[in-house]
Structures are given as structure tokens and as C-alpha cells.
């Protein structure tokens, strides 16, 4: 699996827009970028996936630039609900490998 | 989607004793499932890679005798902390993946715990 790098933390408002960068600079021909969450004492929560280009769900949006050498999960409008954990992961999702967890990235809002 | 319980919630145990974590995929077959430990503010450490019917993997520095992985059915692993010692106090984690192509790993919600 790639190794990601990601800011350790990042402070917003609420209502704010947080974007946050995840570089991956071996990512190979073949591997897919995902985000997960997490709150405190629960377990990650997919957010998205993508390859190439632009990714949109109900949740956020995944920016991932020709080279796919980074990507920048956007999330829109943040709440204090938002407050947790963010973890990018490059990896294929058609194999068996295993998933190796970076040091994520602490997002806390604020009112 | 996809679900993973996970059981117990948190769990007290003395330390010398042990402790068995369930890990269950409710409405896919999970031919592999995945332990994670973390510990306070800080991300999550594979431990094992569990396949249906086969020994578990595991990772550098886990001890596989302390840390007893079983994965008898397509829907069921489990982890037996034995001996626990305080030290082995952590927020323990499953993830499973199906046998059909997922875009995701599915993970539960994680076990406290506390070995006193």
C-alpha cells in the first residue's frame, strides 16, 4: 500500500468548508484513494472513494489531480458533528491486502 | 450496506484472565476480517489478518499466542486476549471484507478494554 502524509490537525468554524490535502507520491497504476472517519470510541466510517478527477457523495467530495500523486477531501459546510478523526488510505480494493492506517488527520469545529 | 457488530462493547477483566472479542458480518460472507488495536490519540495498529478456515495472520511483533484469532465461519471471528495484563488495555477493532468486490472495508465499532 502507498504511505499517505496528512496534516495532523486542522481547526475550522462551523459552517466552514475543510478541505484536507493527502499526499501519496507511490501511489501505483492500480490503487484507489478512500477516507474514513472516525469518532472517538467507535470504529472508522468509509466517507468516499475515487481514482481520478472528482468524486461527490452526500458526505463530501474527493479531489484527486491528474497525477494522483495527492487528493483533498472537501467537506462542505462543516458542523460540530464533524469533529473527528479523517484517514486517507491508497490501496487496491480488488485484492486482499490489507489496510494500513496513517496518522489521520484531528478535525475539530468550533462554534 | 455492509455491517459489522462487533462484541462486547468494553469489557473489565482481571488482569491473568482472558477475554474473547466477537466479530460478526451481518449480511455479507467475510472470508476476511482484520484486528486493529489503538491506543489513546493514536491511529490504528494492524494486529491480524483473519481468513475463513485458515491461521490468522499476523503482524510484526503481535504475539499470536496472546492474541488468539479464530475464524471458524464466514461470518464469525474472534479474538481471545489471554493472560491479559494491564499493558494490554486498548481499544480493539474488526474490519471485514466480503467475497464480492466492495469499495470499502467495513469496520465495527470497536471494544474497550480494561485489564485491571
Known amino acids: 500500500l502507498a504511505k499517505t502524509t496528512q496534516p495532523i490537525s486542522m481547526d475550522s468554524y462551523e459552517g466552514q468548508e475543510v478541505n484536507i490535502t493527502c499526499s501519496h507520491n507511490?501511489?501505483?497504476?492500480?490503487?484507489?484513494i478512500t477516507w474514513y472517519q472516525q469518532f472517538p470510541s467507535q470504529g472508522p466510517r468509509f466517507i468516499i472513494q475515487g481514482y481520478k478527477t472528482k468524486v461527490t457523495n452526500e458526505v463530501a467530495s474527493l479531489f484527486i489531480p491528474a497525477d494522483r500523486k495527492s487528493s483533498t477531501l472537501s467537506l462542505p459546510r462543516v458542523s460540530l458533528s464533524d469533529t473527528a478523526v479523517y484517514y486517507c488510505l491508497v490501496g487496491q480494493t480488488d485484492s486482499w491486502g490489507k489496510l494500513q492506517f496513517g496518522a489521520g488527520t484531528q478535525v475539530v469545529v468550533t462554534p | 450496506g455492509a455491517v459489522v457488530s462487533q462484541h462486547p462493547s468494553r469489557v473489565i477483566c482481571k488482569s491473568g484472565t482472558s477475554v474473547k472479542i466477537e466479530c460478526r458480518s451481518l449480511d455479507f460472507q467475510a472470508t476476511t476480517m482484520f484486528w486493529y488495536r489503538q491506543f489513546p490519540k493514536q491511529s490504528l495498529m494492524l494486529m491480524a489478518t483473519?481468513?475463513?478456515?485458515?491461521?490468522?495472520?499476523?503482524e510484526q511483533g503481535v504475539e499470536k499466542d496472546k492474541f488468539l484469532i479464530n475464524h471458524a465461519s464466514l461470518t464469525l471471528s474472534t479474538l481471545t486476549v489471554t493472560s491479559a495484563h494491564p499493558e494490554d488495555s486498548s481499544f480493539y477493532i474488526c474490519?471485514?471484507?466480503?467475497?464480492?468486490?466492495?469499495?470499502?472495508?467495513?469496520f465495527g465499532s470497536g471494544t474497550r478494554l480494561t485489564v485491571v
Open positions: 507511490n501511489i501505483a497504476t492500480n490503487d484507489y
Open positions: 474490519s471485514a471484507r466480503g467475497d464480492t468486490i466492495y469499495y470499502g472495508y467495513t
Open positions: 483473519s481468513n475463513e478456515g485458515s491461521k490468522a495472520t499476523y
